[in-house]
């Protein structure tokens, strides 16, 4: 993922989240992401970028995967006034976030949202990102056997 700070590296776990990862993939090979704004961001937390849904939902696949710095995750609307929840049930589409925290700081994520994969190099990069900053684009390389 080539950022406007940078370039950011991350595996994705197709065994653990197929849908969600197919979903992503399918998106960054049409585009969808380039020159994308990240629009949430909290330092110390999490970026965030995409947008609302314009897209077909899919299933939430929570997963053994946590939260944890360079988690990369589906975002969710809200939880439509359920106060037990932080998000709506499978309502995932285009919007994703990189953690930036510790396991302490994000782990009321774990159980809501999709870890679908981790960065893998660039969290320097991940750290410095600001509302200012975009995607310029998602180049998918597919993995090699051997």
Do not use: C
Request: charged share 25%.
């Amino acid at each position: 993922m080539e950022t406007t700070k940078g370039a950011l590296v991350a595996e994705l776990y197709e065994d653990a989240a197929p849908k969600t990862v197919a979903n992503f993939l399918k998106l960054a090979k049409e585009g969808y992401y380039d020159n994308m704004v990240w629009h949430r961001v909290e330092p110390g937390f999490v970026i965030q970028a995409g947008q609302g849904p314009d897209k077909p939902t899919i299933p939430d696949e929570v997963n053994a995967h946590k939260h944890r710095r360079g988690a990369l995750a589906m975002a969710k609307p809200g939880s439509a006034g359920d106060p037990s929840r932080l998000s709506a049930p499978d309502s995932a589409s285009t919007q994703f976030y990189v953690t930036l925290g510790e396991r302490e700081k994000t782990k009321h994520l774990n159980q809501e949202y999709t870890v679908f994969g981790q960065v893998t190099e660039g969290m320097e990069v991940a750290d410095k990102i600001t509302t200012q900053d975009k995607i310029k684009t998602i180049k998918v390389v597919e993995a090699t056997d051997g």
